[in-house]
Nanobody, 123 residues
Framework: QVQLVESGGGLVQAGGSLKLSCAASGRTFSTANMGWFRQAAGKEREFVAAIRWTGGSTAYEDSVKGRFTISRDNVKKTVYLQMDSLNAEDTAVYYC????????????????WGQGTQVTVSS
């Protein structure tokens, strides 16, 4: 099993930056693909970014390409999401998730989830 705890959310002005962290516990983190998803109020959970367990392959949702960067440190058992040039549409609860196999961009590909961290971008 994997337990996930997100941190780093908060309130930021439009155009600003935040870096989210997701600390994992459990022996299988180093072989887990990791994803970031977000859910805005009244909307469905949507894919943001994912990184393969090797760190050698990543995927991004179109609206965050060039602004967000996902990375991981398998020694620290932590995955990061650097978010730059934030805008009001990025306001949401951000979740990290762990899965195995094919690098997935859908929630169904991730059986383990954190509790989420709120990101609010003021315009």
């Amino acid at each position: 099993q994997v337990q996930l705890v997100e941190s780093g959310g908060g309130l930021v002005q439009a155009g600003g930056s935040l870096k989210l962290s997701c600390a994992a516990s459990g022996r299988t983190f180093s072989t887990a693909n990791m994803g970031w998803f977000r859910q805005a109020a009244g909307k469905e959970r949507e894919f943001v970014a994912a990184i393969r367990w090797t760190g050698g392959s990543t995927a991004y949702e179109d609206s965050v390409k060039g602004r967000f960067t996902i990375s991981r440190d398998n020694v620290k058992k932590t995955v990061y999401l650097q978010m730059d040039s934030l805008n009001a549409e990025d306001t949401a609860v951000y979740y990290c998730a762990a899965g195995w196999g094919v690098l997935s961009t859908t929630p169904a590909g991730y059986p383990y989830w954190g509790q989420g961290t709120q990101v609010t971008v003021s315009s």
